[in-house]
């Protein structure tokens, strides 16, 4: 699309038109401290060829991890994963890469395959009978689960099972409900795990639903079943945020009888970039499927009995009436779904355990490694999947630092999210680290 820049002429049209003489007039409700004073202080134009050359010149600057400049021992949510290259191949076929919002939905058969095949997948992954076409990210994905069970049970106070939830959810899920009947509570946790003493003491009948992670944000595999028990016994609804690479190796959230599965699904065939965008996943149990939010894509048939999907359910405002609706999740996030669905069909049902296998045994390994070492032993003692945490005798800041002079990613300092643990940091180890690189790390953990 062209780009064609507002004249004077245009300008002073739209001013007459909403009955102002200037652009000044137009703004006096913005208050005169925030009017700027100055010219922005931006270059001149360049030529096509120059600019081409100083984006290369800055893209030069650019240290990728996936590309294997630089060792990727980076988690908390983001993972160095690997994923086929017939991902990127059919994800950016053009058909679904400028596809919007399907309003007319019916008319994108092979988009709503796709959705389709994507839900069954997550169903299966998760063991819960029913997925929806995904949402924004893991956040967003347990905040509209915290609403949803609010809307279930028809109370109103959210437990964090413990600390160990994900920093970021916790705040979205605050963001999210503020200013509404909701009140999130944050228990403490014990040895990075659930206190489930402290749970049972907060667990009463005006609990909506309890949010537990597992494998939690400091890498340990929870007593979730435990936690089930607890809140059902006082009505209580549980949501677990899941790794979906764990879900190949560890009991499903299905199998734990959790009521909704939720999750960041960047490891299956997402790249890093940069942090986004990413893929909320969303399963629950059937009977609470008219309460899921996002869309639902069912299978049917059509007029001459064949095979045809459509939009079975769409709790989006612009579909249905605003005070029936649950969730806006639009524009392109079926992408990423797409990608998703690409990655999980080619990895199949072995290779995702393969992997998941590989992260754990590489783990471990990696963690025998650095806790050898004098001056490093493991924060917590409980079992890890892919990810832990490390303390260390050493400046973390100098210590992470030390590891990127020699193109390592050591891992993420805990003490920007967690009072006391100024001297841990956060590890997790993929299927795409080799025993080399793991030596080199604990080398240069070492040589600190």
């Known amino acids: 699309m062209d780009y064609t820049q507002i004249s004077t002429e245009d300008a002073s049209h739209m001013l007459a038109t909403i009955g102002v003489e200037s652009i000044d007039d137009f703004f006096t409700n913005v208050g005169e401290e925030y009017h700027l004073k100055k010219l922005l202080d931006i270059p001149m134009g360049i030529s096509e060829p120059e600019l081409l050359a100083d984006i290369a010149d800055l ?204 999750g960041e699904g960047q490891s299956l065939g997402i790249p890093m970039s940069y942090g986004g965008p990413f893929l909320g996943f969303f399963a629950c149990r059937e009977k609470y499927l008219r309460k899921m939010p996002g869309r639902i894509v069912g299978m049917g048939k059509d007029a001459n009995g064949k095979r045809g999907f459509c939009l079975a359910l769409q709790t989006r405002e612009q579909h249905i009436k605003r005070e029936r609706a649950t969730s806006n999740v639009c524009t392109n996030q079926g992408l990423l779904a797409l990608r998703a669905a690409v990655h999980m069909a080619a990895m199949g049902r072995t290779g995702l355990r393969k992997q998941a296998e590989l992260c754990f045994d590489k783990a471990h390994y990696a963690a025998n490694r650095i806790q050898s070492l004098d001056g490093y032993e493991l924060k917590f003692d409980g079992p890890f999947f892919r990810e832990f945490v490390v303390q260390a005798k050493h400046n973390v800041g100098k210590l992470l630092d030390h590891c990127r002079s020699r193109n390592i990613l050591a891992g993420v300092p805990l003490g920007q999210w967690f009072d006391g643990m100024d001297d841990c940091f956060l590890l997790a180890v993929t299927e795409k680290r080799t025993k080399d690189e793991i030596d080199a790390l604990a080398e240069a953990l070492e040589t600190v």
């Open 59 to 262: 893209a030069g600057r650019n240290k990728p991890a996936a590309d294997g400049e630089m060792v990727c021992f980076l988690g908390g949510g983001v993972y160095d994963h690997f994923s086929p290259t017939v991902v990127d191949h059919l994800a950016t076929q053009s058909e679904f890469l400028t596809a919007y919002t399907p309003y007319q939905a019916e008319a994108s058969q092979g988009a709503l395959q796709a959705f389709y095949e994507y839900q069954t997948m997550i169903s299966t992954l998760t063991g819960m009978e029913v997925a929806n076409a995904s949402l924004y990210e893991q956040a967003s994905a347990v905040a509209e689960a915290v609403l949803m069970a609010g809307a279930i049970t028809k109370r109103n106070k959210v437990l964090f099972a413990s600390e160990a939830v994900h920093p970021d959810t916790r705040q979205v899920i605050r963001t999210l409900t503020y200013e509404q009947p909701v009140e999130p509570i944050r228990l403490p946790a014990r040895d990075g795990l659930v206190d489930l003493d402290a749970l049972a003491d907060a667990l009463d009948e005006t609990v909506a639903s309890v949010v537990i992670q597992s494998p939690n944000f400091f890498g340990l595999i929870e007593r979730v079943a435990d936690v089930v028990k607890l809140a059902h016994d006082v009505g209580a609804l549980v949501i677990q945020s899941v790794d979906p690479i764990s879900c190949s190796l560890l009991k499903r959230p299905g199998q734990l009888d959790v009521d909704i599965a939720v």
